[in-house]
């Protein structure tokens, strides 16, 4: 593949083709500030914050959809360069609710933290700001359009990633709203990949309400236990307790998550979750009055073991089957259709995955 | 008796809008009702041409009796008996609804390129329109010239984009041919959005088939065989006309399989825009023939490289089509003699606003603006004062009196901070608030953002929001320098031309008008147009006591016995300006 | 509505699929953008509702109401509107007490658009009323053709 070489900030570099400039930057540890960009979705070039000087070109361009052109230098940093991203950036908050204090999203929050680093305080464009009195009556993803600053990368996500389509940009100038169609209430998978790439409050997990700030909670990588598929998983704990679940960009599964991996967590809490094995104890009478009690895992494999043998003997193996759970491993249900094959001596198993 | 009567309706919008067809419809019932001899209907044709520019003074209606052309103006139906009766009968013109002089100096200093066939020949007729060398240039072309001679005698002939950039037509097709695919574009840009802005239509509806014919040959250079045209919606008649000649031209071998003989196919579609300015910006229109919403993306890679579906794509405006086939008849060495060293050939601008003449000018870069203004507009209505005049639209500039022998090509406007634009041309007066206007235009970029980029969908709303409370009287100190520099913000920053351009209005009146900005900020409008900053009174002396405002008020603020001067309250008054215009005695002041 | 839907959706599928042209030709069939016809197009073609409700809402000319029975339309551009076509639409808006930001009256008798430039500036200000284009109009005209319209309406 041809290689080309960009001078950015004084550093050279040698780039594939169709590498972007931004792209390039960050390959050579340069900061350009970003809000619409995101390493996975196709370039948009909306939020004009990533804008930088190119030698020979007279007025200053988007580094995120640039491609870098052999012998190219690059600015990415000048007075005249930092000035309009700071205006920029006015202009974003002139049109933003500011409530960082109650935010769901503060502290992590790619809009204010870039506030910050511009030490925006004053804004000399106040004005009208969008109002939306309308709430999205969804179970899981929190909707609040007035924080959304129409960077894209929630319509792309669901296009790109998940195939859905469920939202798109609509109207348009000032009045643009990304929404579902009429405006409706969200329906979709509800997989939550909008909400991991959204860089403001716009899109949060309803779950996640007044479940504490960043600073009280722990993060602890682990692996997703709902399916075989095994997606990499950050639980965010506050006090022994799971109040949210996020995946990084840099695990296999690119930080992409389904439903139940995002938001299906409320179990491990649950008061209803079994922790010791219960054994039915029948009522021969009435099946609906059957009782469970409690027992040690060393009596209720003992009870299977002899109940297996007792049918195996009466009946034959075949009159056994075993069905097995998508939310084991590949390992635990290999093993367990070799229990059912080898030990059983039965070829009736399955596994519900079948999905 | 006359024998060899022609007589020709015109028929643009303007034409219709003014009674052309009932006046053509006069015409043909007169002739059946007077029973005018077979032998003479056979010899007298009646047909509808496009427009031929002076829309003001339609219905125009031409006579053309043994070889000799009269020109009637402000046709009406009950007036065609009369000239039926003295002039087509009698042999003696009704001289006193000929145009006046004024309509042939606006002619004079023209020169017709583009619209040298518009308001003679019947745009719906292809015999009409091959009556006059059409198609001669594609015949010249399939016949006798390779791709890369049409485009070297293109970069020869100069001619530049005329939709608003200027970029060089000759160079685009090169690199749109030198580009490697299976599948090439070529799209005709007839998304005429500008308000105040025209040629386009006008160009579609006299004389479609140049466009087409400009297409047949755009497409062969690049090596297309599909084009679009990418046509507004609001033109219906031009959309009506462009279909029929489409159907033409693809019956007698111009379009479709294997033109010429050549092995050649290439073929048109018409696409309708659906109500977008920002559609003018190529990479927005690319993204509406998809199907999508009109929203620009960022060049690199330019359309000539990747365009529509992502194959090589050139998009030309209609007028730039509309030369193409002229230049081929007659040369580059022609075409290059009008115009200036950088600006060849002739330009059309859509002249409006205060001039004695408006209409639809065609006239050779280069030419000074005054010669414009005074000579072909009749300079202006009512005795007044020229203020300043407004070219290029929204995206453009205004250019003041003081400087009118200015020359009208891409480099000298653009020196003085306007721009020829797609060639609206807007002749303001005393009475207009040039605060005011670049408000209007502002308003309507701002209404037309796409939403994409920060700087244009919150930029153009904050400008807008700082001119509005100026011209209510409510502008702060200091305003003037924050529209200048979030002006050029916005300018800097913005992804495409729209927002790129969209503050033009705004600085270039900062720039020759500061100080009305200025009054505006101390509470006044000099020009007395901004209407939330007056105050309606009524003057006695003048009053009459008829009555008339105190009926036109819309919010009951004037009260008065009949005979006796009456009375503005106020508080009451909405400030709408109703009183004013229906006083026959200049008897209500605004202060 | 169903077999109006099912030939513009067919029309759809044998030319290069264009979902502008398809909400065009849907308004031209019903006056308008019905809903259900989003939705039921978006099932058959398998193309998401969010697309078509994006496309139909950026671009002007589309209606996701219906319209009045008679359409003004007030050309707004630079020519009209420095010879007055805001008083026009305010004397309109007022006649036909519309509010802000509504386009058609209660009684779905008028609908009032506003246009950018219909390209028609020599005899500006222009108005279109059901399709025909009148020109050099004026407060006074417009309240007369108003006037004949609203009774034609009442019959």
């Not at chain 3, 009684?107 to 279109?128: H, M, N, R, Y």
Request: aromatic share 8%; net charge neutral.
């Amino acid at each position: 593949m041809k290689k080309l070489k960009v001078t950015i900030d004084g550093k050279t570099i040698e780039v594939p083709e169709n590498t972007t400039v931004l792209d390039a930057a960050r390959m050579l540890d340069i900061q350009i500030p970003t809000l619409c960009h995101h390493p996975k979705l196709t370039p948009f070039g909306g939020c004009r914050l990533c804008i930088v000087e190119i030698k020979g070109i007279p007025r200053p361009v988007t580094s995120c959809t640039t491609p870098v052109s052999d012998g190219m230098e690059v600015t990415t940093s000048s007075p005249q360069i930092e000035d309009l991203r700071k205006t920029v950036l006015e202009l974003i908050l002139s049109d933003h609710p500011n409530d960082c204090m109650v935010c769901e999203k503060a502290g992590d929050c790619t809009l204010q933290e870039l506030a910050y680093f511009y030490g925006i305080r004053e804004n000399r464009f106040g004005g009208e700001r969008r109002v939306y009195a309308k709430r999205d009556g969804n179970p899981f993803i929190e909707r609040d359009m007035e924080k959304c600053i129409l960077c894209g990368r929630c319509v792309k996500v669901c296009d790109e990633v998940q195939g859905v389509g469920a939202i798109d940009f609509t109207y348009r100038g000032f009045k643009s709203k990304i929404c579902p169609p009429y405006e409706k209430d969200l329906n979709c998978e509800f997989c939550g990949q909008c909400v991991a790439v959204c860089p403001t409050g716009a899109l949060t997990g309803k779950q996640w309400s007044l479940r504490g700030r960043q600073k009280d909670i722990k993060e602890i990588d682990t692996t997703c236990p709902y399916c075989g598929t095994g997606c990499n998983i950050t639980l965010h704990v506050r006090r022994n307790e799971v109040v949210r679940i996020t995946s990084r960009e840099d695990t296999w599964n690119e930080g992409w998550l389904c439903v139940k991996g995002r938001f299906g967590y409320k179990f491990i809490n649950s008061p209803d979750r079994l922790k010791k094995p219960l054994i039915r104890i029948k009522d021969r009478s009435n099946s609906l009055n059957d009782i469970f009690r409690e027992a040690s895992w060393d009596e209720a494999l003992d009870y299977i073991a002899t109940r297996l043998n007792e049918i195996k003997s009466k009946h034959g193996a075949d009159a056994i089957g075993g069905l097995s759970s998508a939310r084991c491993t590949n390992e635990e249900n290999y093993l367990f259709q070799k229990l059912m094959r080898a030990a059983v001596g039965t070829n009736n198993v399955d596994h519900c995955a079948r999905l | 008796m006359n024998k060899n009567i022609t007589i020709q309706v015109c028929m643009g919008t303007g034409g219709i809008a003014a009674g052309g067809l009932e006046v053509l419809d006069a015409f043909e019932s007169l002739m059946k009702e007077k029973n005018i001899p077979a032998e003479f209907k056979k010899e007298c044709s009646m047909h509808k041409v496009g427009c031929r520019g002076l829309c003001a003074r339609d219905v125009l209606v031409d006579v053309i009796a043994d070889n000799r052309r009269t020109i009637y103006q402000y046709i009406k139906p009950e007036m065609v008996e009369r000239i039926v009766d003295e002039h087509v009968v009698g042999g003696n013109p009704v001289s006193e609804w000929q145009v006046d002089e004024d309509y042939h100096k606006f002619h004079e200093k023209q020169v017709k390129v583009v619209l040298s066939d518009c308001g003679n020949i019947d745009p719906e007729d292809i015999n009409a329109y091959m009556a006059v060398d059409g198609y001669k240039a594609v015949e010249k072309v399939f016949t006798s010239m390779t791709p890369e001679e049409v485009i070297d005698m293109m970069k020869k002939s100069g001619l530049r984009g005329r939709g608003g950039a200027g970029f060089p037509t000759g160079v685009k097709w090169e690199a749109c041919r030198k580009a490697e695919a299976s599948q090439k574009y070529i799209i005709c840009n007839a998304d005429e959005g500008d308000p105040g802005a025209f040629m386009d239509r006008a160009v579609i509806e006299g004389n479609p088939h140049a466009v087409i014919e400009g297409m047949v040959i755009g497409a062969y250079a690049i090596g297309a065989s599909k084009g679009y045209v990418y046509i507004r919606a609001e033109y219906p008649l031009a959309v009506e006309r462009l279909k029929k000649a489409i159907k033409d031209a693809k019956e007698r071998g111009f379009l479709g399989k294997n033109i010429f003989g050549k092995g050649f196919d290439f073929d048109i579609k018409i696409k309708l825009g659906a109500g977008a300015f920002v559609c003018g910006e190529e990479t927005a229109l690319i993204a509406s023939i998809e199907g999508q919403r009109g929203m620009p993306r960022a060049k690199p890679p330019f359309p000539v490289h990747r365009g529509l579906w992502g194959k090589p794509t050139v998009i030309n405006n209609v007028e730039t089509l509309a030369n193409i086939p002229y230049i081929i008849k007659k040369g580059h060495e022609w075409f290059s003699s009008y115009g200036t060293e950088k600006s060849k050939g002739t330009k059309v601008f859509a002249l409006t606003g205060k001039v004695k003449n408006t209409g639809l000018i065609e006239v050779p870069m280069g030419i000074t603006l005054r010669e414009i203004i005074y000579d072909i507009g009749g300079g202006i209505e009512g005795g007044k004062a020229l203020k300043a005049v407004q070219t290029g639209g929204p995206s453009g500039g205004c250019i003041t009196p003081d400087m009118l022998d200015i020359n009208v090509d891409y480099e000298s406007l653009a020196k003085v901070g306007s721009i020829v634009g797609s060639g609206g041309m807007i002749a303001l007066d005393e009475d207009d608030c040039m605060v005011n206007v670049a408000k209007y235009f502002l308003q309507f970029t701002q209404s037309e953002s796409c939403g994409k980029c920060v700087p244009c969908r919150i930029g153009t709303k904050r400008l807008l929001e700082i001119m509005d409370r100026i011209t209510k009287g409510s502008g702060r100190q200091g305003d003037i320098e924050l529209l200048e520099k979030l002006s050029s913000d916005i300018k800097a920053a913005s992804l495409c031309g729209l927002g790129q351009t969209a503050p033009n209005p705004v600085l270039s009146t900062i720039k020759y008008f500061r100080e009305e900005y200025e009054a505006h900020l101390q509470g006044k409008c000099p020009a007395k147009a901004c209407r939330e900053m007056l105050t309606y009174h009524i003057i006695e002396e003048f009053c009459k006591g008829c009555g008339a405002c105190l009926r036109a008020c819309p919010a009951g603020a004037i009260t008065g016995e009949k005979k006796k001067p009456h009375k503005i309250a106020p508080e009451i008054c909405i400030k709408c300006g109703a009183c004013f215009d229906v006083c026959k005695f200049k008897a209500v002041g605004k202060e | 509505m169903e077999e109006t839907l099912k030939s513009l959706a067919n029309n759809f599928k044998e030319k290069e699929g264009n979902i502008i042209s398809l909400l065009q030709e849907t308004q031209d069939a019903f006056g308008y953008i019905p809903e259900e016809a989003v939705y039921w197009f978006s099932k058959e073609l398998d193309i998401p509702a969010s697309n078509f409700f994006g496309v139909a809402t950026f671009y002007a000319q589309f209606y996701l109401k219906p319209r009045g029975k008679n359409i003004i339309t007030a050309c707004c551009g630079t020519a009209c509107h420095v010879k007055g076509s805001d008083r026009i639409i305010n004397n309109l808006k007022r006649e036909l007490n519309l509010a802000d930001e509504q386009n058609t009256t209660e009684d779905k008798k008028f609908t009032l658009e506003q246009v950018a430039c219909v390209g028609a500036c020599s005899i500006a200000p222009v108005v279109i009323i059901n399709k025909r284009v009148y020109g050099k109009m004026s407060t006074d005209k417009m309240a007369r053709e108003l006037k004949v319209l609203k009774e034609g309406s009442d019959e």
